[in-house]
Structure formats: structure tokens, C-alpha cells
């Protein structure tokens, strides 16, 4: 009877230890069937990733997240960089469109999809629902689930491609610092022409990466290369050495160490002498001294400073040199003692005749000009004797801007009323009466309109009724 049952019982414990086998071995093949599913689903996976790769990455680089994350820009074994300081201090333009936010219009930090389809802002949609929209923003569509996933997938790729572009800014940044560093130490120890290729060179730096400009201020570059400007300086140099200034933001200290007397004549004659790049960037110094608390006046107080900023606004050849005399001699005009001094090197004139020439915002600031000389006696005096002030101005009324219009009224005023007879002939026939009334008529400033009707009336009295009436006609159908 035992025997029998330590028979059965060792039959028993048999078939349980092949049971458990059985089970161990179904585990295995169903581990490895996942395991198989898993890899196929990866591969296929990888093979759908270039559609993303292809829409969001440029430059020759592709999106990779296992490379990402290897190389540590996913948290592998670096410290995280922040998503939202990369978007602040990155400023790109050439964001990708899958990774901007159509609420927002910027970069999604927080990418959730709704049951649509469509990704979003986590925020940006959270707050269109609690407007009580129950709508897909982009699609209008009703929604059958107001519920938000995590979109994390986007979010590694958005993640990825900014911190690609952070770290690559970060460490030319940290190559430009190095190479301004070297920069400013070679030239404390050179001359000649290894300077002036020094000087070139970071010029070219500070110009390209704004990040240089503070590291020059920091490590006493302003001070170093001002001191490179005197009256020994070549213009080879100080053309380079002003270039390099223009770039920089300059304190009250560096501005006043600049208008030593020897400084300022070596930029004004390279204003008259130098290259049309070197005029540009003395006009654009000059400028930035202007706008210390330390300027002296007597310092624009020069006839050859003027003479050369005139013959930069006559020289059609290079707008943009036209642009920057023009912009400083507007600057130097706003002192009363220098107004005769232009006035005297036949500024008004010259300015007149260039009139015709010159685009919107040059007009603006030469019909500024004129405007200011003409409150002297001499400037009135030079805008009746030139032929070609009542012409010139007057087909610029309503043709540019409201503020055109009321230097060009203020200039013709003040000719008409230094001779009424003389100038209205000359003016109704160039159509100034049809152009007063198109400013009576339009919506601009009441001031302008009472002072078009003014000067009408002027304009009307040496003529009957009837001609002047057929004049206005004339013109207006002329222009």
C-alpha cells in the first residue's frame, strides 16, 4: 500500500516538475516572440523617422534620437540643458514648422496632441478650452475627447534640434572669445602691416558675432584701440581702428577720450580722404559722439568736417553714403552756431538740386535740413536765388510722407514771404495752387491745411479770379 502510494507520489512530482518545464519554455518563446515584434516595430520605426527627419532638419544633419541620446543632448550623462532659455537665446528663423505652435506662432516646449490629430501648446490649448471652445483650433473640428497626450516623441526631436544649434553657438561663441583675446594681445606687440591685418581681421570678428563686441569692451579693447588713433596714425589703420569703434557700444569715458582734438582731425580727414566704407563709418562716429553728455559743439564747429559731409551726400555713386551724410549733417544742424556754416559752403543749394534724386527717407531728412536753414536769413536768401527750390519742393507735396509735406509747406512759406511777387508766378505754374488744394481736401494735420490755405491766398493775388481758377485747372490736369 505505501509502495503504491510512493509511486503515485513520484508520478506526481514528476508530471508537476514537466508542467513547470512546459511554462518555463512557453515564457521563453513568448519573450522571444516579443522581443522579435519589438525589433520589427523599431525597424519600421526608424524607417518612418527620416519623414521627420526630412521636414525638420537642414544643414546636412540629421535628426537621430538614440545619437541624441548617446551623445548626451537627452540627458545621457551631461547636464539637461532648459528648452525654454535655448528658444530665448537661439533667436532662429529658420525654425521648422512641425515644431511651431499654430495658436502661438513659437516653438512648442510642452507639445500635447489632441484626439484630432493636431499638436499644440500644452498651454496654448488649455486655455482655448477654458474659453469654452470645444473645437481643434486648426481643423474647427467638434471634439469627441477634450483629453491632451503628450506628444513626446516631438518633443525629444524639438529638444534635440535646439540643443544641436545651443551647443554649436556656445562653442563658437567660446571660439570667438579666444580668438578676440589673441586678437587684442597681438596688437600691443605689433606695427606696420601685421597691425593693420590684426585690426582687419577684428574687425571682421566684431562685425560677424555680437558676443565679440563684450569681450572687447571686457578685456580694455576700446581703450587699446583708441589709443591707436592720433596724429601719427595712417589712414590704413585708423580706417580699420574706426570700423572696429563703430561696432562697439562705447561709455561716456571711451566717447570723451575720442574727442581729443588729434583724434577728431584724423577721422575728418579720412571723412574727405578715405575709401567710401571709411567715410560711412567716420559719419557713424561722429554720431556716436555726438550723442554723449560730453559733446562739445565746437567740434562740428569745421569747415572741412562739412565740406566733406557735402560732397558724401553729392556723390550719387553709393546711396548708402548718401544716407549716412545726410543723417549727420541733420544731427549737426541742431546747433544754431553751426546752421551759417552750411548755409556759407552752399549746402542749400546743393541740397535743392539733389532733391529729385534722392529716396524716402534721404528726402525726409534733406527737406529737415532745409527747413532749419531757412528759419536764418541767409537761408532763405540761398533757397529764393536757387532756380530750382519752388519746382523741386513743390512736387514733393502730398508725394511722400505727412511729415514731407510739412517741411516742404514750411520751406515755400518761408520764400513766399521773403518775395510774394517774385515767387508767385514761378510757383503757380510749377502747380503749386493745384497741390495746396489737394492738401486743403485731404485728412492730413489741420495745421498743414490752415497753412496750404495761407499760402493759396498768396498764391492768388497777383492773378483775377478767373485766370488763377483756370491755373489750378491747368495744372491739375497736367499732373
Not at 496632441?113 to 490649448?125: D, M, P
Request: proline share 4%; hydrophobic share 40%; aromatic share 6%.
Amino acid at each position: 500500500m505505501y509502495e503504491g502510494l510512493q509511486g503515485a507520489g513520484v508520478v506526481a512530482v514528476f508530471a508537476s516538475v514537466q508542467a513547470c518545464e512546459r511554462e518555463r519554455r512557453a515564457r521563453q518563446s513568448n519573450k522571444k516572440r516579443r522581443e522579435e515584434k519589438k525589433k520589427r516595430w523599431l525597424l519600421s520605426s526608424k524607417r518612418r523617422l527620416p519623414a521627420w527627419r526630412g521636414v525638420v532638419e537642414g544643414g546636412g544633419h540629421a535628426l537621430d534620437l538614440d545619437l541624441s541620446a548617446k551623445d548626451g543632448i537627452l540627458g545621457g550623462g551631461v547636464e539637461k540643458l532648459d528648452l525654454k532659455k535655448m528658444i530665448e537665446e537661439l533667436d532662429l528663423c529658420d525654425v521648422p514648422s512641425v515644431f511651431i505652435c499654430p495658436i502661438s506662432l513659437e516653438p512648442m516646449q510642452d507639445p500635447v496632441t489632441l484626439c484630432t490629430g493636431q499638436t499644440y501648446e500644452r498651454s496654448n490649448i488649455l486655455k482655448w478650452f477654458s474659453l469654452g471652445h470645444l473645437t481643434c483650433p486648426t481643423t474647427m473640428q467638434e471634439l469627441w475627447d477634450v483629453s491632451v497626450t503628450p506628444n513626446k516623441t516631438l518633443y525629444h526631436l524639438i529638444y534635440s534640434w535646439f540643443s544641436q544649434r545651443y551647443l554649436q553657438m556656445k562653442k563658437r561663441s567660446e571660439d570667438v572669445h579666444g580668438r578676440v583675446i589673441e586678437l587684442l594681445d597681438t596688437l600691443k606687440n605689433v606695427k606696420g602691416q601685421a597691425r593693420i591685418q590684426a585690426l582687419k581681421e577684428l574687425q571682421q570678428v566684431v562685425s560677424a558675432h555680437p558676443s565679440a563686441k563684450k569681450t572687447v569692451a571686457d578685456h580694455g579693447g576700446v581703450a587699446l584701440i583708441s589709443s591707436l588713433l592720433g596724429p601719427f596714425t595712417s589712414h590704413a589703420v585708423g580706417s580699420e581702428a574706426i570700423g572696429i569703434l563703430v561696432n562697439l557700444n562705447l561709455d561716456s569715458e571711451s566717447k570723451k577720450n575720442l574727442m581729443q582734438p588729434a583724434k577728431i582731425s584724423l577721422v575728418v580727414d579720412m571723412l574727405n580722404e578715405g575709401t567710401i566704407d571709411t567715410k560711412i563709418n567716420c559719419t557713424r562716429l561722429i554720431e556716436l559722439l555726438m550723442d554723449g553728455k560730453d559733446f562739445r559743439s565746437e567740434i562740428v564747429e569745421s569747415l572741412s568736417l562739412l565740406a566733406g559731409l557735402l560732397r558724401l551726400v553729392k556723390d550719387k555713386r553709393y546711396p548708402n553714403g548718401i544716407s549716412a551724410g545726410l543723417s549727420l549733417l541733420r544731427t549737426v544742424c541742431s546747433y544754431k552756431q553751426v546752421r551759417n556754416l552750411v548755409v556759407s559752403i552752399g549746402a542749400v543749394s546743393q541740397l535743392v538740386e539733389l532733391l529729385p534724386s534722392l529716396n524716402s527717407d534721404c528726402l525726409e531728412s534733406a527737406l529737415f535740413i532745409l527747413d532749419i536753414l531757412s528759419t536764418l536769413p541767409e537761408g532763405r536768401a540761398a533757397l529764393k536765388d536757387s532756380p530750382y527750390t519752388i519746382p523741386n519742393v513743390v512736387r514733393l507735396l502730398m508725394r511722400v510722407s505727412e511729415s514731407c509735406t510739412q517741411y516742404a509747406l514750411s520751406i515755400l512759406w518761408a520764400v513766399y514771404k521773403l518775395a510774394p511777387e517774385e515767387c508767385a508766378s514761378i510757383a503757380v505754374e510749377a502747380g503749386l495752387a493745384a497741390k495746396l488744394l489737394l492738401v486743403i481736401q485731404s485728412g492730413c494735420n489741420p495745421v498743414l491745411k490752415q497753412r496750404s490755405a495761407e499760402l493759396l491766398k498768396l498764391c492768388s493775388l497777383n492773378y483775377t479770379a478767373t485766370i488763377f481758377i483756370s491755373k489750378c485747372k491747368l495744372t491739375s490736369t497736367i499732373q
